[in-house]
């Protein structure tokens, strides 16, 4: 089983930062990859970032240039890293893990609580 744990939300003006971190627990042998989702009111939820175990890293255009992802294997923790923050950010931000492979990013069944980003202008 995985858990997974987000944290570092928080109401911000446009233009800032925030670094989300997400805290694992637990290994599934078939899990080689971890992301983060975002899902804004009224909106489906969208896959923003992806970091496979080897750290290769894949972002949605939308977001290149603002968003890193990253992961730190010592605190089995994955960051996501957001600058130059818009309004439309405005979403809650989950964690999830996965699988990597030809297709890209595949999410298995393990989602964290979320939380949440307010971008203010």
């Known amino acids: 089983q995985v858990q997974l744990v987000e944290s570092g939300g928080g109401l911000v003006q446009a233009g800032g930062s925030l670094r989300l971190s997400c805290a694992t627990s637990?290994?599934?042998?078939?899990?080689?990859?971890k992301a983060w989702y975002r899902q804004a009111p009224g909106k489906q939820r969208e896959l923003v970032a992806s970091i496979t175990d080897g750290g290769t890293t894949r972002y949605a255009d939308s977001v290149k240039g603002r968003f890193t992802i990253s992961k730190d294997n010592a605190k089995n923790t994955v960051y996501l890293q957001i600058n130059s923050l818009k309004p439309e950010d405005t979403a809650t931000y989950y964690c999830n893990a996965g699988t990597w492979s030809t297709r890209g990013y595949v999410a298995m069944n393990y989602w964290g609580k979320g939380t949440l980003v307010t971008v203010s202008s």
């Open positions: 637990g290994s599934i042998f078939s899990i080689n990859a």
